[in-house]
Each structure stands twice: as C-alpha cells, then as structure tokens.
C-alpha cells in the first residue's frame, strides 16, 4: 500500500517525534509512504470566505505533486493539514467554478483525482484494526488513555467523513487494538482552543482546564492526540488542573498516536 | 431601539453574505449554536445573536464587537445548526471586514509572549496570523 506523504511545517520540527514514529511504525507495517518533492505550508486553516483564491494553491500543489509521482492518496499527520487538504480536495470535486478559477493559476489542471487520507483512517481502514492487534508485539494492558479528538479531524461531518461528531470512536477502536484501554469522559471532543493560545492565553487556560479535570476525574494518565495544537494547548495550560483543594498534581502527559503505536510494535 | 428598512437592507449584511456565502435570514434563533459553543462565557455578543444583529442590518455594532476574535473555528455551531448555517463562514466574514480595513490587524508579531516564541508549534502561528492579520 503505496501513499503520498505531506509532512506539513509542525512536522518536521516542533513535532518531529509524530513524524518519525508514524514513518518507522508504517515501515513495521508494510505501509509504504513516500514524501512529496515541494511542499509548503498548507495554510493550517481552511479559508473559510468564498472571495480568496490563493489560500488554496499550496494544497492543490501538493495534491498535484501527489498525482505527479503516480500516487492516488495523500496522506497527512497534522490535523490541521488534513482538515485543510480534505476540504479543499472536496471543494475542487464540486465547485466547478472554483476548480476552474484555481486551475487558470497554476501549471497544471488538477480535476480531484487524488483521495486524502488521515495515518488513523489508513490503520482503520487500509490495513485493519484486527490485523493491526495482531502485530502488536507488546500490549498495553492496564494503560489507561484519554483519546482527546480536537476539533480539526472531524468536523465539518460531512466534508471530513472520518466518524461521528458529537461521540466518535475511532481513537478507542485504535487503543483498543493495541490492548489498552480508552477513558471515557464527555469532553473528548471539546475544543482545545486551538490558535486562541496564541493571543488569547486566558480563554485556552479555561477550555484547557474542563478537558484536563474532566480527564483525569475519569481516571486518564495521559492523552491521545493527532493534532500538534492541541498538543501543545494540553500541555501549557496543565497548571489548570490543579485546582484549588486538589492536592496531588501529577502530570497527564500528552502524546501522538503514533508514539504509543510504535511502542505497542516494539520499536 | 429602532431598527428602519434602511438597516434591515444594509449593503453590508449583502457583502457579509456574499463572502459567507450564507444567506442570514435562515436563521431561525434556536440557539444550538450558542448552546455549544466551547467559548461562549467569554464572549459579548452569543453566535445566535451575531445572526440576529446580522438579520436586523446592526453590522457596525457587531464590527466592533470582541466575538469575532473569540471564535476559535472550532464548528461546533456549524455541526449543530438544524438550518446549515455555516455560522464560522459568516464570523469570518465579519472578521475580514475589519481586517481588510488598513490598520484593521488584530495581531501584530510583537503580540507574542516569549512562551509563545519558544514552544508554540508553526501550526499555532501559521493559523493566528491567518485569523486575526492580512
């Protein structure tokens, strides 16, 4: 099973580690995934206005590159990346005028040819949960995680397809797998706050801080996560979590997917 | 208040639904937007309200108002609306009325906390410049 591969910027730096376990996991796992040539940042949001084309040449690029190398899928890490390729994609599939306006900037027409797809979904539904449980070498039994979904990987529904909105499980069916063992806890797909961090540390502070008690009064060590932003907003406003009264303050830690996959491969 | 047919037809309630691509008045006040909106305690002026004010033509009060730098596009109103309103695509709207103004950045570089410098991740910054500067 051959991929294009888009890193994306958060990638290769701030979040190198996502990288480098989603490649040797996909390497254990006979997944084959080859990065794209140029790239640049994709935009890390949607444009969300009907007048501004521009924002949508790096995806199409990309996307261009991929059908360029013989590849019929993309596929991306950041959540932020692959909100914003699958809804360009999807925009390009359907608004005609659009595609056409997009098409008279670049070299070549790209008409929607290539799929993209999320690491996750590629577990789930290329290779197989089943198939994935039986090629873990060290089961993560006892380990209790909260699957934390963020925002980006699974809304809008209907442009994003991955799963269900108000109570996806995808995360759970994937922890599962590796024999752990998923919390349950309402705010799981709660926004982090994303770029309000950035400018607004108060309000994140407050979003922040529902998600991590909430968590951890469900019993979580730790998080899940797919998003570099919610990454880093879990991480930075853990002092949250120590609320008034609460005496012991241990740390959730925050890790990718990818990171306790390959510690479930052994690698 | 008073609320003429002057404001009601307001060509900026025309521009902010052409660059939406929303029409304002299939909004019919349920508030499930509003409801599960994860910032709503910090905001002024609620997603459902943005759409009344929107629908009565009051466009100036809501170009002045600290919710359009609240939203953080998360789509949880967009996911919620029985009426497929695409609430972000309309805040956006709003936003870029402002921010296509000169002088009309809400985020300037010098903004950022040195935490923020050091171990905020490109995904962070890339997505804050795009909100709140042109």
Known sequence: MRYSYYPGCTLKTMAKVYEDTTLSTAKALG??????????????????????????????????????????????????????????????REDKELRRKINAFLEEDYMGEVDVVHYLEVLKND???????????????????????????????????????????????????????????????????????????????????????????????????ACPLCKYNLEEYQKELFAVGREANPKLPVYYFTEILAEALAL | MRVTAEEINSTLVREVEEVSGQKVSACFQCGKCSGGC??????????????????????????????????ASCQTCDSRCPQNVDIPKVIEALRLLVLRNKGGNYLHPHDLSAKVLKNAPQQGLVSAFRKYAK
């Open chain 1, 31 to 92: 997944l084959d995934l080859h990065e794209i040539k140029e790239w640049q940042c994709c935009g890390a949001l949607y444009p969300l206005n009907t007048d501004e084309i521009f924002s949508f040449f790096s995806p199409v690029r990309a996307l261009l590159q991929a059908r360029g190398a013989g590849e019929d899928k993309l596929l991306t890490l950041c959540a932020g990346c692959y909100n914003v390729f699958k809804r360009t994609n999807r925009a390009v």
């Open chain 1, 127 to 225: 290779l197989g949960f089943e198939i994935l449980a039986e090629r873990v070498k060290k089961r993560l039994t006892g380990r209790k995680f909260a699957p934390y979904y963020g925002c980006l990987l699974l809304k809008p529904r209907a442009e994003m397809d991955l799963d269900d909105v108000e109570n996806p499980t995808i995360f759970e069916n994937f922890l599962s797998a590796l024999g752990a063992a998923a919390v349950e806890y309402p705010y799981k797909t709660e926004c982090c706050g994303s770029y309000l961090s950035m400018a607004n540390e108060e309000i994140a502070s407050t979003a922040v801080g529902r998600i991590l008690n909430s968590a951890y009064k469900n019993g979580a060590e730790s998080f899940v996560v």
């Open chain 2, 38 to 71: 994860p910032v709503v305690l910090s905001m002024d002026v609620l997603p459902h309200q943005v759409l009344r004010y929107a629908q009565l033509g009051l466009v100036d009060k809501l170009l002045h108002c600290k919710t359009l730098w609240i939203c």
